[in-house]
T-cell receptor, first 114, second 118 residues
């Protein structure tokens, strides 16, 4: 069955420190992978996505993610966290057919300390 | 970028009443819209897929007679929670997919609607 696991429910990082949010997926075919961020009162915003090609994907707001097929992982990273990055982060996997919905992980809450 | 709005952003209703939530794509036409439900500290769970002009496809375990979905135009989908009960209280989120953007294309999400049933 298709699934997405985000092992860390809550992470606290000091402002300026590096960040890595973990995501593991289970999918039978070639996955389409996404990272979304959800801030209070805001809709989910797409940070980045991976379909094929270069396994290191650059996104908005200085985020990047690396697809590792051998580990079934798609971890999100940022070299220096800002206080405004505090939010809920969701990893999602999509099927390769157009128009299908996404399967989301349970999310990781990021807190940023000063 | 593409914008999806939802109305209302929050609603409180009495048990037994029906509530309608609107999802609009503001600057693009969406042939497909999705409705998700999110419980506190939980993931988004897909409820149904809505294609313009046809009946919605519901996920297993979602009562189609309770959660009525109408996708009457390329910019509007509505979710009506009929005879709402306290257990229906949740955060409902819609997303829209623009046509012609290819396989695995981006879904644009609305800000969500908080429903509280007393």
């Amino acid at each position: 069955a298709q699934s997405v696991t985000q092992p860390d429910i809550h992470i606290t990082v000091s402002e300026g420190a590096s960040l890595e949010l973990r995501c593991n997926y289970s999918y039978g075919a070639t996955p389409y992978l996404f990272w979304y961020v959800q801030s209070p009162g805001q809709g989910l915003q797409l940070l980045l996505k991976y379909f094929s090609g270069d396994t290191l994907v650059q996104g908005i707001k200085g985020f990047e993610a690396e697809f590792k097929r051998s580990q079934s992982s798609f971890n999100l990273r940022k070299p220096s966290v800002h206080w405004s990055d505090a939010a809920e982060y969701f990893c999602a996997v999509g099927a390769n057919q157009a128009g299908t919905a996404l399967i989301f992980g349970k999310g990781t809450t990021l807190s940023v300390s000063s | 970028g593409a914008v999806v709005s939802q109305h209302p952003s929050w609603v409180i209703c009495k048990s037994g009443t029906s509530v309608k939530i609107e999802c609009r794509s503001l600057d693009f036409q969406a042939t497909t819209m999705f409705w998700y439900r999110q419980f506190p500290k939980q993931s988004l769970m897909l409820m149904a897929t809505s294609n313009e002009g046809s009946k919605a496809t519901y996920e297993q375990g979602v009562e189609k007679d309770k959660f009525l979905i109408n996708h009457a135009s390329l910019t509007l989908s509505t979710l009506t929670v009929t005879s709402a009960h306290p257990e229906d209280s949740s955060f409902y989120i819609c997303s829209a997919r623009a046509p012609g953007t290819g396989v695995g294309d981006t879904q644009y999400f609305g800000p969500g609607t908080r429903l509280t049933v007393l």
